[in-house]
């Protein structure tokens, strides 16, 4: 198969090692693959759009979470296979397929894989693959991306805003919409919808073991103060933070997502972004085809 890869040179990885795109195309070589690099300044849905038109087979994400939802994105319904080289700093999604971290890994690694199809939520027409957060921690990750690289007096500053921000948190009136629960209206601090459900156990934190279960998930806090944060950390570390007080957890396969305001900030897949209201949900079937690990590939078949 010949791979056409994407690569995103301000991910978190490449910016803290000094990756180029050079190096990348060395160790495809040395791996035996046959594979182009597009390190260019080009948007990066200009290179999606290079990439389906290309000859490739495989096109290969080489960046952060946002870079392989905007790939997946473009390529869904496309006959292109995702491949994920983790260059993030969360690197959410390779670690729910099982793809190592370590770059030299993962790409020795795309020597033995399976093709599996995973689902893929979608908001206003826009594609996810992990969450679309409403609330309260848009604002939090907005100012986490300006201190990232930054020096330890921005980082103090960036706690300090943090502690400030859920402090003085005010809760949002938010129309709850589906055939699957009750409609209603909740004040909320924020509502996270994930595409399919997060596990809960020892050490999982934000982690998912089944991305085909054809649901969304929605995630509803009622309050989230500083205390709260730390109490729902601790208890994710601690395997059972499905069961606070403060959570209301419901599947569904739709949703609708009301507010006052015609456009609200929302955090897709770790990236911040303004979408008009309402905020439509739905759950695409095993929209996107990506390659992982032949073990994980295993695991993902039917009993």
């Known amino acids: 198969m010949k791979y056409a890869i994407l690569f995103n040179p301000s991910s978190g990885t490449a ?19 046959d594979a182009t690099v597009d ?7 200009t290179k999606v759009a290079n990439a389906v ?28 296979i995702l491949a994920i080289l983790p260059l993030g700093t969360a690197n959410m999604l390779a670690r729910d397929l099982g793809i190592p971290i370590a770059l ?11 093709t599996i199809e995973i689902d893929a939520g979608e908001v206003n027409g826009r594609l996810f693959l992990h969450n679309v957060v409403v609330g309260t921690i848009p604002a939090i990750a907005a100012a986490r991306e300006r201190v990232r690289g930054q020096n330890i007096v921005a980082l103090l500053g960036f706690f300090r805003y943090l502690i400030r921000r859920l402090r003085n948190a005010r ?27 997060y596990d809960q156990g020892w050490g999982k934190l934000f982690s998912r073991s089944c991305l085909d279960a054809g649901s969304l998930t929605l995630y509803i806090l009622h309050r989230l ?21 403060a959570l209301v957890i419901e599947s569904v ?10 456009a609200i900030s929302v955090m897709i897949d ?34």
């Open 15 to 33: 910016l803290s090692s000094g990756l180029k795109s050079g190096h990348l195309h060395e160790l495809f070589a040395a791996s035996g693959i």
């Open 39 to 45: 390190g260019s300044d080009d948007p990066l849905e």
């Open 53 to 80: 038109a290309s000859d490739a087979d495989v096109i290969v994400s080489a960046g952060g979470d946002g870079t392989a939802t905007a790939v997946a994105h473009g390529i869904a319904g496309s006959g292109k």
């Open 104 to 114: 030299e890994k993962a790409v020795a690694a795309l020597a033995d894989t399976d």
């Open 171 to 197: 809760r949002t009136a938010v129309s709850i919409t589906s055939r699957d629960t009750d409609d209603r209206i909740e004040r909320i601090h924020a509502i996270a919808v994930a595409n399919n459900s």
């Open 225 to 245: 103060s500083f205390a709260d944060a730390v109490r729902l950390w601790l208890e994710m570390a601690m395997g059972r933070w499905q069961e606070d007080e």
């Open 253 to 262: 396969r739709s949703v609708t997502l009301g507010a006052k305001r015609q």
């Open 270 to 303: 770790g990236e911040v972004a303004t979408l008009q209201t309402p905020l439509n949900f739905r759950i695409r079937e095993k929209a996107v085809r990506v390659l992982v690990p032949k073990v994980r590939a295993k695991a993902a078949e039917p009993a």
